[in-house]
């Protein structure tokens, strides 16, 4: 019997005494019963916001202690993470790389088709732990939108990235372009998209994805329609449940997390997700999205970037990674592509290839998480202040919180999310050598 309960049986007694005296009659004015009664009443009172008071109080403190330690858990999964996000993405950051470079040596078919599974491998991995880590990135608020106007086209870009996928499958993946304006933030709603596509291309063994939008008043959907296995009613009320799977496609993979990051982000972007779907005939998914003032992307050109598919990188490139597979299969990748490169293990000793050595890189690329004193942006920073030049700088890093990202983007640098395909990798370096002087002349 807890304390609440012992009052309130003290109390009852007491009331029932009460009722026993006026039963009795022995309660008229200013008598003795009258004053019993009285007093009875009061004491009842009493001993129930007594009990109540000492019952809250006494769950109000295991209460605060539970918050705390809730709280605690949560910051301690969130460091937890941050920190088994880098080394879980170095194995693949080195698998990816190796891969890339073995591809240079492959000329059979067989041999291809094989490499070809294994790249497919390695880009699953990489999106289920990129998934996993959206996820808990989402959770604990350490993403935040940065809303700006850009055109609709620009988020229909990414379906040129499963546009491979697409073709394996035997899918035509068509986009339908749009000259809207559009406000929100730019990285989240690609995400957003890129989850909807990946799903659909998951989900559809014949027929089409269509990447499209509509207007709707001062709004605009977003809309990614398969021709795949469509979902029943019950399955559309749970599909943007994390870990939950719908009817399985012949190809299906993944952990059930890409519709609930799109969910997430949705609210996190105050953009509307609907889904429509039937089953056996395909679904189509919509993200409503704000209109700009501006409608014709005409009025807006982009500037194009650079066609550097053909242009070679003939400058040296500065190493820094600590782990040793990894910075063996970067070296590995570059010498494949005529590149040359001195690598490093921390930033001291970069700073000494440079100061003690002389070496004159033309780029560098430095993991962000090093031993020693420096991290990534301040190693590169030391490098550029021995050069007395703004070195170009690429800083690959499994670390995705906020901080890191707007920390190496607010001094000139690119950042590359780790695993990197390794023809991106190759990509940037290139339009870094078209962009910067060369030191080495």
Not at 2 to 31: H, K, N, P, Q
Not at 275 to 301: D, M, R
Not at 368 to 382: C, R, T
Request: proline share 3%; with cysteine.
């Amino acid at each position: 019997m807890s304390v609440l309960d012992l009052w309130i049986a003290v109390a009852i007694c007491m009331l029932i005494s009460e009722m026993t005296l006026v039963t009795l009659g022995l309660t008229a004015r200013f008598y003795l019963g009258w004053y019993v009664s009285r007093t009875l009443a009061v004491a009842f009172s009493s001993a129930v916001l007594i009990a109540l008071l000492y019952e809250m109080a006494s769950l109000y403190t295991p209460l605060q202690n539970a918050v705390r330690e809730v709280k605690e858990a949560d910051r301690a999964k969130s460091n937890f993470l941050s920190a088994a996000s880098h080394d879980l993405r170095q194995p693949l950051q080195t698998l990816s790389l190796l891969q890339r470079a073995l591809k240079e040596h492959i000329h059979g078919a067989e041999a291809g088709a094989i490499l070809t599974e294994i790249s497919r491998s390695i880009d699953t991995m990489g999106s289920m732990l990129n998934s996993l880590l959206d996820v808990s990135r989402l959770e604990s608020g350490a993403v935040a939108p940065s809303i700006s106007s850009f055109p609709v086209n620009a988020v229909f870009d990414v379906a040129a990235d499963f546009s491979k996928l697409a073709e394996e499958k035997g899918l035509e993946l068509r986009v339908v372009r749009s000259g809207l304006m559009i406000r929100s933030d730019q990285r989240m709603l690609e995400e957003m998209v890129r989850n909807l596509i990946a799903n659909a291309l998951r989900y559809t063994s014949r027929g089409k994805v269509l990447i499209g939008c509509r207007r709707a008043d001062d709004k605009v959907r977003i809309e990614v329609w398969d021709s795949g296995v469509g979902m029943s009613e019950q399955d559309i009320a749970r599909i943007f449940d994390e870990y939950y799977q719908g009817p399985q496609g012949p190809h299906s993979d993944g952990v059930g997390l890409g519709l609930a990051i799109v969910q997430r982000l949705g609210k996190l972007l105050d953009h509307h997700v609907a889904v429509h779907s039937v089953l056996g005939k395909g679904s189509v998914f919509s993200v409503e999205v704000p209109v700009t003032n501006e409608s014709l992307v005409a009025n807006h050109p982009s500037m194009p970037s650079p066609d550097v598919a053909d242009t070679s990188f003939t400058g040296m490139i500065l190493l820094i990674e600590d782990d040793s597979d990894v910075r063996r299969a970067l070296d590995r990748l570059l010498r494949t592509k005529g590149i040359r490169a001195l690598s490093a293990a921390s930033g001291e000793e970069a700073l000494a290839l440079v100061t003690a050595k002389g070496m004159r890189p033309d780029l560098v690329i430095s993991d962000y998480n090093l031993p020693g004193e420096m991290n990534g942006i301040e190693s590169i920073e030391a490098v550029r202040v021995a050069l007395a030049w703004r070195v170009p700088g690429i800083v690959l890093t499994g670390d995705i919180r906020l901080h890191v990202v707007d920390s190496v983007t607010a001094h000139g640098l690119s950042v590359v999310v780790k695993p990197v395909r390794a023809d991106e990798l190759l990509q940037l370096i290139r339009r870094c050598g078209c962009s910067a002087p060369t030191a080495n002349g």
